[in-house]
C-alpha cells in the first residue's frame, strides 16, 4: 500500500486578501481537547465567544454568534433565512462578491435588482437611495469591503434611509470586520456576516454573524421546529414560508445557541476554540489600536510600491486599507512573477479575478500578516522578481520608503 508522508506544510508569508497568516496562539487553541457540545464548561466558551463578538461587530444585538461553514455560510444562512420567495432585494454590486450576493438572493426566489458600478469605484450613497426610491425593496444587500477590486463602500448613511424606509439592510463585512470600523449600532445595520480567515487571522470555517430584531421578527415567522425535537401539542407549519435550508436556518441555529440549546448541527469545537481566542487576541489588542495598526502597514507598502514605480488600480478614495491593488506592469506577465515570489522567498499575494484577471495584483495587510518585517519582506522580495522579469522599477527604494514611514512613526 502507498505511504504518504508526514504533513510539513511550508512556512509561508500570506500577503492575500485571505486566507493569511495565523496566530500561534489560535493554532495552540485547536490543539485542545474536545468537550461535548452540551457541557458547561463548551457552552460556556459558546457563550463567552457571544459576548466578544457583540464587541467586534459594535452592537448590543442579542445575536451574535458564529455560522459553521466559511463566510458564504453565514452569507447564505442571513440570506435564506431573511428573503421569502418573491421579495424585492436591492443589490448595489461594485465587484465580484456583490454579484456572489446576487446568486443566493436569486436561489432564494427573490426578485432581484441590482445597480453596478464600474469596478474599482464605489457609489455614492445618495445612488443607492435613489435605487431604493425607484425599487420600493424589501431588502438592500451589499459588499462593505470589495475584496476583488480592494475598494470600500461607505454604509453610515444607507443604515437611516433604510430604517425610514422600512428596509432591512444586510452587509457582508466579510473582509473588513477586525480591521476596519464596522459600527453595527450606529450605523442601523440590520445584519453583518464577518469572515475569520481574513483580519481576525483564524482559519477559514466558521462565519460570525449578528443580526437584530427586526430580522429576527422576520426569522422567526417562518420558524418550524425539527421533527424528532417538537412536542406533540406544536404546529408543524411555519405561519410564514418554511425556511428552505435546515443547515442554515437561523431560526434553528438561534435556539441552539441560546440557553435553550436546542439541538441542531454538532458545534465544530476546534473551530470554537480558534475564534474565542482569535477574538480575546483582537479585544486584547484593541479595536481602535488594531484599526491604527491595520493602516500604519498600508501606508508602508503603499509608499513602498509608490517608490519602486508601480501604478495603483482603482478610485484613491475609497481604497480599502487592508487590501492594495496594483497594476501588473505592461509586459510583465503576472503569474510568473506570483509563481518566483512563492518559490524563491515563500510569499503568496493574490491574482484577480474576471475582468480584472491578469490585470491586477491585490495584497492584503490583514491581521497577524499585517505586519512591519511581511511588509518590507514583500517590498524588497517584489523588486527583486521584477528585476529579475525585466521591469522597469526604481531599484533601492521601496524598502526606504517604507522605512521613512515606520521612522515617522517613532
Ligand atoms: C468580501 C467577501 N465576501 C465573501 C467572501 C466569501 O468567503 P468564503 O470564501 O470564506 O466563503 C469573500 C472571500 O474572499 C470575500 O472577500
Redesign the pocket.
Given at each position: 500500500m502507498k505511504t504518504y508522508g508526514d504533513l510539513s506544510p511550508s512556512p509561508r508569508t500570506i500577503m492575500t486578501?485571505?486566507p493569511v497568516e495565523v496566530d500561534p496562539r489560535v493554532l495552540r487553541a485547536m490543539s485542545f481537547p474536545i468537550l461535548g457540545q452540551f457541557d458547561p464548561e463548551f457552552t460556556g466558551l459558546m457563550n463567552e465567544t457571544m459576548e466578544m463578538l457583540r464587541h467586534l461587530f459594535q452592537t448590543h444585538n442579542q445575536w451574535a454568534y458564529p455560522v459553521d461553514?466559511?463566510?458564504?455560510?453565514g452569507?447564505e444562512a442571513v440570506l435564506t433565512s431573511v428573503i421569502e420567495p418573491g421579495d424585492k432585494v436591492l443589490i448595489p454590486i461594485y465587484g465580484r462578491?456583490g454579484y456572489?450576493l446576487w446568486e443566493i438572493a436569486e436561489r432564494c426566489g427573490a426578485e432581484v435588482v441590482t445597480i453596478e458600478k464600474e469596478w474599482g469605484q464605489v457609489f455614492d450613497p445618495r445612488e443607492i437611495i435613489e435605487a431604493m426610491d425607484r425599487e420600493h425593496p424589501a431588502i438592500v444587500a451589499i459588499?462593505?469591503?470589495?475584496?476583488?477590486t480592494g475598494r470600500i463602500q461607505p454604509l453610515s448613511e444607507l443604515g437611516a434611509a433604510c430604517r425610514e424606509r422600512d428596509i432591512l439592510l444586510i452587509v457582508?463585512a466579510?473582509?473588513t470586520i477586525g480591521g476596519v470600523e464596522v459600527k453595527t449600532d450606529e450605523w442601523m445595520l440590520d445584519a453583518v456576516i464577518g469572515?475569520t480567515?481574513?483580519c481576525l487571522s483564524v482559519p477559514?470555517g466558521m462565519?460570525p454573524i449578528t443580526y437584530n430584531d427586526r430580522i429576527e421578527a422576520k426569522v422567526l415567522r417562518r420558524k418550524k421546529i425539527e421533527r424528532g425535537l417538537r412536542d406533540k401539542s406544536a404546529s408543524p407549519a411555519a405561519p410564514g414560508r418554511t425556511i428552505q435550508s435546515n443547515y442554515l436556518d437561523l431560526s434553528q441555529l438561534q435556539d441552539y445557541w441560546s440557553p435553550a440549546r436546542l439541538n441542531h448541527h454538532t458545534e465544530a469545537t476546534s473551530m470554537l476554540y480558534a475564534l474565542r481566542e482569535g477574538l480575546r487576541i483582537a479585544l486584547l489588542e484593541g479595536l481602535e489600536p488594531r484599526f491604527r495598526r491595520h493602516l500604519l502597514h498600508e501606508r508602508a507598502l503603499v509608499a513602498g510600491l509608490a517608490a519602486m514605480g508601480l501604478d495603483f488600480y482603482g478610485d484613491p478614495d475609497c481604497k480599502m486599507p487592508v487590501v492594495t491593488c496594483i497594476e501588473i506592469p505592461a509586459g510583465i506577465d503576472g503569474e510568473s512573477v506570483r509563481s518566483m515570489l512563492l518559490e524563491q522567498f515563500g510569499i503568496e499575494i493574490a491574482s484577480s479575478f474576471g475582468p480584472l484577471k491578469g490585470k491586477i495584483w491585490r495584497i492584503g495587510t490583514m491581521g497577524y500578516s499585517c505586519n512591519k518585517k511581511n511588509v518590507l519582506h514583500l517590498l524588497g522580495a517584489l523588486e527583486a522578481v521584477l528585476i529579475r522579469h525585466r521591469a522597469d522599477v526604481h531599484a533601492g527604494s521601496a524598502v526606504q520608503a517604507a522605512l521613512d514611514v515606520y521612522a515617522d512613526q517613532l
Open positions: 486578501p485571505g461553514g466559511t463566510s458564504r455560510s452569507i462578491f456572489l459588499v462593505h469591503g470589495e475584496t476583488s457582508d466579510v473582509a469572515g480567515q481574513k477559514s462565519s
